[in-house]
């Protein structure tokens, strides 16, 4: 089915029910609804459909200017001064109809609870997005995805698209991918969005498909085998394992996606790990970095195999940082508090509760005197803390090896902190026959030292002098032999 014949379809047939649904669960849809000042119908038609649904700012909309391509069908953007300018570039227009705020902004604005809302009252269990809490059916092929665990998304997965088969302009959201796979040869230069949508077990054999933009869907068990992918975007998705075999790779991104991802003879041409700053799932973080620093080194591809072991080793530290939350398992029993889990975690789960400050805060400091006084814990706690100072200092001293020149200026640090001793304690060395006891004089001989030159013409003249030379002398070794190291460090792949 063409593109418009299958957007009117939707429009008509399956989005009514969808927004049933949506009446049924999301709080105050309806009134939602009337805000927007359109008719139901009107809503129904829009494409992509969950425009209505994300951002955070007013979108301005319109009907699309190309219905031939489209059909009967209206579009929202956050920018239309910027679109409207370039399809007169190339002798289209659009007329702006109206403004609409998207529902889950409009409703934090108005809820209680953060957005949040109930999807299982028997169990409690509250989200604040689309969730997909069931697959009816076993096999792939088959299986209905349920969206809030109950509604059945329109399935259009469980079959082998041909060659030349067009995405372009295809209304995709809220559906159920499941199964599907992309073989041969595939037509369209467009993006091809698909947003909260039930991807598992997608498979691209044989393919050169590109431009796919996947915002907030299922993405389980993917897997690519002899196929060029260009321009694959992965935002915000719930993803389980990708596999890539023999593929070209070129301009994929993981926004906000936690991926266990396997490469397998890969070429690969810009792949790009946005972890999400507010989840802080550090220890899936630095697998992913992982896989992808593994990739680009078998690949000789020096630059981007430091750059991602930089950021696996950030990632790592971080992790050791928080050991209660990334290795919960070795601390059995230990009651965590809510506070101390990202702030959007988990997307699926109890109703979040406002306390006062000073609640939460004695919970807190009641946690952490029993990490670390406990003797079931203090021991493991202590543990994942020294290997996190150690991590620490490597990173600040020369960035894992990937940024040798932080070196040159922790030893000016060190030449810097070794002369405002020298000159505090002035009085313990000997700046020999006519010399003076200046600054100038105290920041020589810590450079001199910190060299390991040693002219002799500055002595220090008690032990605890004589102490601080030597510890300075050794630190400066240590600190040349990083400088080497360092340098040497990046042609390591």
């Known amino acids: 089915m063409p593109a418009p014949q299958f957007n009117n379809w939707r429009a008509d047939n399956d989005i009514p029910a969808l927004f049933e649904c949506f009446e049924s669960v999301l709080p105050l849809f309806k009134e939602w609804m009337a805000s927007t000042g359109l008719a139901e119908a009107q809503l129904h038609r829009f494409v992509p459909l969950s425009d209505l649904f994300k951002g955070d700012v007013v979108k301005s909309y319109f009907r699309n200017p190309e219905p031939e391509s489209f059909g009967n069908v209206y ?35 108005r809820s209680d609870t953060q957005g949040y809302f109930c999807i299982d009252k028997v169990n409690s269990q509250y989200t604040n997005t689309f969730v997909y809490g069931g697959w009816a059916g076993g096999n792939v092929l088959i299986s209905r995805a349920l969206l809030f665990r109950g509604y059945p998304v329109l399935k259009l997965g469980g079959i082998e698209l041909p060659s030349y088969t067009s995405f372009d302009a295809r209304n995709l959201d809220f559906c159920d991918l499941d199964g599907l796979q992309i073989t041969g040869e595939w037509i369209g230069s467009r993006m091809k969005p698909i947003n909260f949508s039930s991807c598992r077990q997608l498979l691209v054999k044989d393919a050169d498909a590109n431009f796919f933009d996947l915002y907030k869907c299922v993405v389980e068990d993917l897997v690519a085998k002899d196929s060029k992918l260009y321009g694959w975007n992965f935002i915000q998705c719930f993803a389980g394992t990708m596999r890539f075999e023999n593929c070209t790779l070129s301009t994929i991104t993981f926004d906000s996606t936690h991926v266990a991802a396997v490469f397998e003879r890969c070429q690969a041409h810009q792949i790009d790990y946005r972890p999400d700053s507010t989840d802080r799932r550090y220890t899936a973080d630095a697998g992913a970095y992982r896989a992808i620093r593994a990739l680009f080194q078998s690949l ?61 805060l004695r919970r807190r400091i009641a946690f952490h005197f029993e990490a670390w006084l406990s003797p079931r814990y203090a021991r493991t706690t202590l543990r994942f803390k020294l290997k996190w100072a150690v991590s620490m200092i490597d990173w600040l001293i020369w960035g894992y090896g990937e940024r040798p020149a932080r070196i040159f200026s922790a030893g000016l640090m060190i030449v810097l902190v070794y002369a405002a001793v020298f000159f505090s304690i002035r009085d313990q060395i000997s700046f020999g026959e006519g010399g003076a006891n200046s600054s100038m004089n105290c920041l020589y001989f810590s450079m001199v030292t910190f060299s390991t030159l040693g002219y002799g013409d500055i002595l220090p003249k008690t032990s605890l002098a004589r102490l601080l030379c030597g510890s300075e002398a050794l630190l400066g070794a240590f600190t040349m032999g990083l400088v080497v190291a360092g340098f040497s460090n990046r042609n390591r792949y």
């Not at 975690?345 to 109890?350: E, K």
Request: proline share 8%.
């Open 75 to 109: 579009q929202c953007v956050e920018d239309a001064q910027t679109l409207a300018h370039r399809l007169r570039q190339v002798g289209r227009d659009i007329v702006i109809e109206g403004h609409l705020e998207p529902y889950f902004h409009w409703l934090r604005q």
């Open 300 to 360: 000789g591809k020096t630059a981007e195999a430091g750059r991602f072991f930089y950021l696996e080793q950030c990632a790592q530290r971080k992790a050791l940082s928080e050991p209660y939350l990334q290795f919960h398992s070795e601390f059995p029993g230990l009651r965590i508090p809510m506070e101390l889990y990202p702030s959007n975690a988990p997307r699926l789960g109890g109703k979040p509760v406002r306390e006062p400050l000073i609640t939460r």
